[in-house]
């Protein structure tokens, strides 16, 4: 294992305040949010929506690293250069989703399992072998009345640990996510009982695995009511609850904690990161930073809606999220940040 080769990626993935941004739509994940729009759904869309993206200008002031998916990390431009050299001229990193998408669990009804452990090594090497410099696996927990079952968490869990195993034996940080989704009527309390849960077994795991926790990041959910839960809650609650929950299960060792941003609104994910940052920065043990799919791009996406006179206004909007996700970072965001004359 090149330990030097894992420490230095993630330094460089958490230096200077910067985040991640989550891009690593599957398919069928982008054809629906193209489709609730009215985008079409079309390989060449997916494109011309990725090197919107990428080109942005100034994205590498707050984005360290992007997560692409399979189909992207092969696309190139309209002019031909590969996506993978914009992104190495910019000076960000490239990191590419890995496992094969949410299958049911056998044997328990409404739970899901991560699949792609099989053949990984060998895709492993070639995105390396590509310049990726990072990898992702995300499984995902859902709360209901009686789930989640043991069985599914330690399945997932076990999933994560092989996946961030093979990726360090090849050179790749892993980004270990497991995501307690938002949708239900559980409250906030519920939420941290089962978050801390989940990440109690997925550690022990991890240390059953042999994965060197120096050369990880976490992607967690913060701690939230579901989306359905008749007590909604304040921006600091959410940062206490989190807090308490990071700080049971998660070892200090682990460098770096970039949160999902699991459907809360662009504005919300940036506000609730900034509190964790500007009340507890000295507490903590990890750097504690975003990797958001929607919370940066969903502005941007509708702002597109597919036609290219919009690219350049969708740019600055994808451009502001960065921004205040980085601000975020430093406890420096406040809702004046959002306030269009002010950025104009
Ligand atoms: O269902 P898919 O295609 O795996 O995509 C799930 C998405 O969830 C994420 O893990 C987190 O995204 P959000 O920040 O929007 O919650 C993304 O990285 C990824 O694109």
């Known amino acids: 294992m090149n330990t030097q080769l894992l420490r230095e990626t ?4 958490l230096a200077d305040h910067k985040g991640l941004l989550a891009m690593d739509e599957s398919t069928e994940t982008c054809n629906k949010r193209f489709a609730k729009i009215g985008i079409a759904q079309t390989e060449e869309a997916r494109r011309a929506y990725r090197e919107l993206i990428i080109t942005t200008p100034g994205l590498n002031e707050s984005i360290s690293g992007v997560i692409l998916y399979d189909e992207t990390i092969r696309q190139k431009q309209k002019d031909g250069t590969p996506f993978l050299k914009v992104l190495s001229n910019a000076k960000i990193l490239t990191g590419i989703k890995v496992d094969t998408g949410v299958k049911d669990l056998a044997g328990h009804p409404e ?7 099989d053949g990984l090594r060998g895709r492993l090497a070639e995105y390396f072998e590509m310049g990726a410099r990072f990898a992702k696996w995300r499984a995902v927990i859902a709360i209901g009345e009686r789930i989640p079952s043991r ?13 961030a195993a093979l990726c360090q034996e090849i050179g790749l940080v892993p980004i270990v996510e497991p995501e307690v989704l938002m949708e239900g009527e ?3 309390e519920r ?12 550690f022990e795991a991890l240390y059953g695995q042999r994965v060197m926790l120096e050369g990880i990041l976490l992607k967690p959910n913060m701690i939230l009511p579901g989306t359905s839960s008749y007590k909604q809650v304040t921006v600091e609650e959410v940062a206490n609850a989190t807090l308490r929950c990071l700080l049971r299960t998660v070892p200090a060792a682990v460098p770096g904690i970039a949160f999902l941003s699991g459907g809360q609104s662009a504005e919300l994910a940036s506000a609730r990161l900034n509190a964790l940052n500007l009340k507890f920065q000295s507490r903590l043990p990890w ?7 929607r919370a940066i791009q969903q502005p941007a996406l509708e702002i597109w809606h597919g036609t290219s006179e919009n690219v350049s206004e969708a740019q600055k909007a994808l451009y ?15 809702a004046l940040l959002e306030t269009p004359s002010l950025n104009s």
């Open 10 to 13: 993630t330094q460089e993935l």
């Open 111 to 117: 739970e899901k399992i991560t699949e792609g452990l």
């Open 151 to 163: 069985g599914c968490i330690e399945a997932n869990a076990q999933a994560l640990a092989r996946y």
């Open 186 to 188: 559980h409250t906030l």
């Open 191 to 202: 939420c941290g009982e089962l978050s801390e849960k989940v990440l109690r077994m997925i």
């Open 287 to 293: 750097v504690l930073t975003f990797s958001f799919a």
């Open 320 to 334: 502001h999220r960065a921004t205040c996700n980085r601000a975020a970072r430093r406890g420096e965001y406040t």
